[in-house]
């Protein structure tokens, strides 16, 4: 973004969505505040599809973009430089965001209910992808690899 970070770009009809927005930035925050990493959301975009385009995209999908069963995907791009040593060094040139906009959502901040999915929950699970984190086998970390509606 020119400082460092990062910044978000809503698409158009992801940002209108005011509960989805909001529930997006209370993620975004919690992870600001916990690792202390330079995200911003910025302007809303027209751009709707995940490409390697210099825009960090959050978006629902469009139809069955997402396989059955995903909730959200993170998807990272990177670029490399030599470091005189004959390794590369990585680092992250862009991240992509898309939501199942199928998925029965809770974007309030209270629990949802045992037919919904927490869009919240989903949204800090994801983030951590930006942050190059992985799945992990522990139903009591935000990392776990899935997550159940209702929880």
């Not at 009809?13 to 505040?33: I, K, M, P, Q």
């Not at 999915?117 to 989903?122: A, K, L, N, P």
């Not at 930006?130 to 899935?146: A, L």
Request: charge should be negative.
């Amino acid at each position: 973004d020119g400082n460092g970070g990062y910044e978000w770009q809503m698409f158009t009809d992801f940002d209108a969505n005011t509960d989805a927005n909001a529930a997006f930035v209370r993620a975004l925050e919690t992870w600001r505040c916990n690792s202390k990493i330079n995200w911003t959301v910025g302007a809303t975009t027209p751009i709707d599809v995940i490409a390697n385009d210099g825009v960090n995209v959050v978006r629902f999908d469009n139809g069955s973009e997402l396989p059955s069963g995903v909730l959200g995907r993170c998807t990272s791009r990177f670029s490399g430089c030599f470091n005189g040593t004959g390794s590369v060094d990585w680092y992250v040139t862009e991240l992509d965001i898309v939501f199942d906009d199928s998925a029965n959502w809770n974007f309030n901040d209270g629990p949802p209910t045992t037919s919904q999915y927490d869009f919240e929950s989903v949204t800090v699970h994801e983030l951590g992808h930006g942050h190059q984190m992985g799945h992990v086998i522990d139903s009591n970390t935000v990392m776990h690899y899935s997550i159940s509606n209702g929880s």
